[in-house]
């Protein structure tokens, strides 16, 4: 296999960015400098900045990353004149697809993978998978607007929404954890909005078995191997 075919395969990297690490002379075949079109076989060693690239092999390998996503950031690879996640991720990881969605204005835990299995077993319905969030009201939600949003569910233009509410602190009624299991385009913004609350702050803090714990705003890390059935 042609070299920069070999690197763009294992690491994501467009076949022009590899071809520019090459001629910067980042790249070693055999601890050797390449030759021009060089071809590599199974019992060579390449390195791209001393660090031995593995062959990537998409049947059997798979990546997953977690990132805390900012405000401000879209969940796309065109952002139409926005910033996209993509902007937070080096040009390695852009071959990854998101799990579900977060909208501009929300931040917090975000999936991307390559594991096809993993995506479709995190969002179809089906499974009801469980996500948590963190929501600041732009005033205090009334009892019998909890009542109806935990008990009864609110009634939006595509079907019932039930969400389970808990108090972040106790006499502040403004700020709520939310656990859900489906994951309509916006639904809880729309459940509380059609009661007449603003939602001033949406965070996902978990995503299945998966948590964002400490990771900062705008970071990402390797996700823990899992399996798409936990």
């Not at 601890?31 to 060693?45: A, H, N, R």
């Not at 714990?213 to 390797?222: E, H, I, M, S």
Request: glycine share 8%; aromatic share 6%; hydrophobic share 30%.
């Amino acid at each position: 296999m042609r070299l920069n075919k070999y690197i763009a395969s294992s690491t994501g990297l467009s076949r022009r960015a590899v071809d520019e690490t090459i001629a910067q002379n980042r790249v070693l075949v055999n601890g050797q400098l390449p030759s021009p079109g060089q071809q590599v076989t199974k019992g060579d060693t390449v390195t791209l900045d001393k660090v031995a690239i593995t062959r990537f092999d998409p049947t059997v390998d798979t990546i997953t990353i977690m990132l805390n996503k900012p405000v401000g950031y879209v969940v796309s690879r065109d952002g139409q004149g926005n910033r996209t996640v993509y902007d937070l991720l080096p040009e390695e990881l852009h071959h990854l697809k998101p799990i579900g969605r977060l909208d501009k204005d929300s931040s917090g835990l975000l999936l991307l993978t390559t594991d096809g299995d993993l995506s479709h077993q995190l969002t179809h319905p089906s499974f009801q998978k469980t996500k948590q969030y963190q929501v600041d009201l732009d005033r205090p939600l009334q009892p019998l607007h909890r009542q109806m949003i935990s008990d009864y569910g609110v009634r939006l233009e595509d079907g019932p929404s039930k969400l389970q509410l808990e108090r972040l602190q106790d006499s502040d009624d403004t700020r709520w954890g939310v656990t859900m299991q489906e994951g309509r385009n916006r639904q809880i913004r729309r459940t509380f909005d059609s009661l007449g609350y603003s939602v001033k702050k949406l965070h996902r803090t978990a995503f299945g078995n998966y948590v964002l714990g400490d990771l900062a705003a705008g970071k990402y890390k390797t996700a823990p191997v899992k399996s798409a059935h936990e």
